[in-house]
């Protein structure tokens, strides 16, 4: 396989990876906080705002472990070469220089700009 295809298919299963781990935070979340608004016999309100605080709660932890697994795997795996984008093979000290035509250049400066 070329690395458009690695690169394709680690796209692929990484966005299912970071979506189970999603579902999966939330869920342990937002089930921890139901069974302590129902023994603090919290009133009904409080509910729609845990399912509120559990989303963004569960979705930053649930970047912060991807994050970890998904730079754990790629060491593990020695993905870093088959990961590598091939177009992209300057060192770090070569820098490219774009060339400007004449015609995106102003001959003359705007006379009411000069007083």
């Given at each position: 396989?070329?690395?458009?295809?690695?690169?394709a298919?680690y796209?692929v299963?990484?966005?299912?990876?970071n979506?189970?781990?999603?579902?999966?935070?939330e869920?342990?979340?937002?089930?921890?906080t139901?069974?302590?608004?129902?023994f603090?016999?919290?009133p009904e309100?409080a509910y729609?705002?845990?399912?509120?605080g559990?989303i963004?709660v569960g979705l930053?932890?649930?970047?912060?472990?991807?994050?970890k697994?998904s730079?754990?795997?790629?060491k593990?795996?020695?993905?870093?070469?088959?990961?590598r984008?091939p177009?992209?093979?300057?060192s770090?000290?070569?820098?490219r220089?774009?060339k400007?035509?004449d015609?995106?250049?102003e001959?003359q400066?705007?006379e009411k700009?000069?007083?």
């Amino acid at each position: 396989m070329n690395r458009k295809a690695y690169a394709a298919l680690y796209v692929v299963f990484s966005c299912l990876l970071n979506l189970l781990i999603f579902i999966l935070c939330e869920c342990i979340i937002f089930g921890g906080t139901l069974l302590v608004l129902h023994f603090s016999k919290a009133p009904e309100s409080a509910y729609s705002l845990s399912l509120l605080g559990a989303i963004t709660v569960g979705l930053i932890v649930s970047v912060i472990v991807y994050t970890k697994l998904s730079t754990y795997l790629i060491k593990k795996l020695k993905l870093q070469e088959k990961l590598r984008e091939p177009v992209n093979n300057y060192s770090s000290g070569e820098i490219r220089q774009t060339k400007m035509p004449d015609s995106a250049f102003e001959e003359q400066p705007d006379e009411k700009w000069q007083e």
